[in-house]
C-alpha cells in the first residue's frame, strides 16, 4: 500500500520539512519552518499535514557516530512525542547522520550557497525522506 510521509530535520531555530511517497520514491522539499528552542508554530506544522495528508511523520533522530544519544537526540525525541501526540499520525524516529553534510555537499554540487541555512534544512528533511524511503525499498525487497 503506498505511503504518503512527511520528514522533519529537527532544529532548536529551524525545522525542515520534506515530503515523500512511496509508490515513486519520490521526495521533496516543501519547508523550513522557525522554531524557538525547538518549538516551531503548530498552526504551520498543522496546514501542512492537512495539505498533503501523510500516513505517517519521519523526524530525523540525530545520534553521534559511536551510536551514542546526544543532547539533540532527546530533543528530537520530544518533538517526535509532541508530534504524535498532537495530530494522531505514526511517527518513526530516522537515524539521520550525516543529513546536513549531505544536504551541504548537494547544494554546493548544485552551484547553491551551502551556507543558506533555510535551504540546508529543507534538503536535510529530505535526505533523512529519502533514507527513509531506501530503507522501505529494502525491507520490501527482503520479503
Do not use: C
Not at 520528514?7 to 532548536?12: A, I, N, T
Not at 546526544?70 to 528530537?76: D, E, F, G, I
Not at 539521520?96 to 534544512?121: H, P, V, Y
Amino acid at each position: 500500500m503506498p505511503e504518503v510521509v512527511i520528514g522533519f530535520d529537527f532544529g532548536l531555530r529551524s525545522i525542515g520539512v520534506a515530503l515523500g511517497q512511496t509508490l515513486t520514491k519520490s521526495s521533496q522539499v516543501l519547508a523550513t519552518l522557525k522554531a524557538k528552542q525547538g518549538a516551531p508554530n503548530w498552526q504551520q506544522v498543522g496546514a501542512l499535514l492537512d495539505k498533503w495528508q501523510p500516513d505517517k511523520l519521519l523526524v530525523g533522530y540525530p545520534l553521534n557516530m559511536d551510536d551514542t544519544e546526544s543532547a539533540t537526540s532527546t530533543k528530537a525525541k520530544r518533538f517526535a512525542n509532541q508530534l504524535r501526540e498532537r495530530f494522531k499520525l505514526p511517527v518513526e524516529l530516522v537515524d539521520e547522520r550525516l543529513s546536513t553534510q549531505e544536504a551541504r555537499m548537494r547544494l554546493n554540487e548544485s552551484g547553491g550557497f551551502w551556507q543558506n541555512k533555510e535551504r540546508i534544512d529543507g534538503l536535510a528533511a529530505q535526505v533523512i525522506v529519502e533514507q527513509w524511503l531506501s530503507s522501505q525499498t529494502n525491507i520490501r525487497d527482503d520479503e
